[in-house]
């Protein structure tokens, strides 16, 4: 992956924000980009958000400094009844 990006997927109903891009893409990042920032830049309502996980750690935290070659998966609520 080259330098200053990270890998994001997003998964359940909130691959709409991903666009055209299917699976684990590419992303990149500024210097000090925290997980907050890459949520609004893909415009994800953060109330649609039902766990992160960034290098296979489950985070709640939003002000989480993104580094290169992270791994960032994002999860849409599940609901059910």
């Known amino acids: 992956m080259p330098d200053n990006q990270i890998s994001l997927r997003l998964h359940g109903h ?3 924000y991903a666009g ?15 997980l907050a920032e890459l949520i609004q830049r893909f415009k ?4 649609e958000i039902g766990m992160v996980v960034v290098n296979g750690q489950l985070t709640s ?3 989480v400094s993104l580094h ?5 998966k994002i999860f849409g609520l599940v609901g059910g009844g």
């Open 14 to 16: 909130l691959v709409r």
């Open 20 to 34: 055209e891009r299917t699976g684990a893409f590419p992303v990149p990042i500024g210097s000090a980009e925290t």
């Open 44 to 47: 994800i309502p953060p109330a």
């Open 61 to 63: 935290r939003m002000d």
């Open 68 to 72: 290169p070659d992270d791994e960032v």
